[in-house]
C-alpha cells in the first residue's frame, strides 16, 4: 500500500483501485474497471487539462485546447457544467470578462441549456450588461418550460426579479 500511495502522488491523474471483488484476472472479473482505467489514460482528466491550459497561456489558450479535445475525446466527458464551473471560478477571482467569454463559449456548445444560459445571464450581472443579462434569463425561463427542467422555479424566480428591478427604474 505505501508504494501504491508514493506512486499515486507522482502522478496528478493517479487513482488507485482496490478491487477485491477481482482476482488475478481482472480483465475478465470487472472487464468495467479495466477500461476505465484506459480511459483515463487515453483521455485524462479534462477539467486540469484546461485548468493548466488556464494557468499556462490565458483564457485563449484555455479555448484552444477545449476545442482540440473536445474533437477527440469521448462526448460524455463533456457537459454544460463545465465551462460553466470554470467560467464561474473565474468571476469569484475577479476576472469577469474572462469569465464572461467561457460562459458565452458554453451558450454556444450548449444552446439548449437553461442552466447554461442562466449561468450567462449571472455572468453579464456581474458586468453590468442587464439588457443582456433579462435576454439570457428569458431563454433560460424558456427553454426550461420546454424541457420541464426542475430548475424553472429558481430560473422563473430569477427572471421576476430583474423584471421588477426594471420595473422600479
Known amino acids: 500500500m505505501e508504494s501504491a500511495r508514493e506512486m499515486m502522488q507522482a502522478s496528478s491523474e493517479a487513482v488507485l483501485h482496490l478491487a477485491g471483488h477481482a482476482g488475478l ?5 470487472d472487464p468495467w474497471l479495466v477500461i476505465d482505467a484506459i480511459r483515463r489514460v487515453v483521455f485524462p482528466d479534462v477539467r486540469r487539462r ?11 489558450r484555455l ?5 482540440e479535445i473536445r474533437r477527440f475525446y469521448p462526448s460524455e466527458r463533456f457537459d454544460e457544467q463545465l465551462l460553466s464551473s470554470i467560467g464561474n471560478e473565474l468571476g469569484a477571482a475577479g476576472r469577469t470578462e474572462d469569465a464572461i467569454i467561457l460562459l458565452e463559449l458554453n451558450v454556444e ?10 449561468n450567462l445571464g449571472v455572468g453579464y450581472s ?15 425561463v424558456e427553454l426550461a418550460e420546454e424541457q420541464d427542467d426542475p430548475m424553472l422555479p429558481r430560473y422563473r424566480g430569477n427572471l421576476e426579479n430583474i423584471l421588477r428591478r426594471i420595473e422600479e427604474r
Open 25 to 29: 484476472y481482472v480483465h475478465h472479473d
Open 50 to 60: 484546461l485548468h493548466a491550459a488556464l494557468e499556462a497561456g490565458g483564457t485563449m
Open 63 to 67: 479555448i484552444e485546447t477545449y476545442h
Open 109 to 118: 456548445e450548449y444552446p439548449n441549456s437553461p442552466y447554461a444560459h442562466f
Open 126 to 140: 456581474h458586468v453590468g450588461r442587464p439588457a443582456e443579462q433579462l435576454r439570457e434569463f428569458e431563454r433560460a
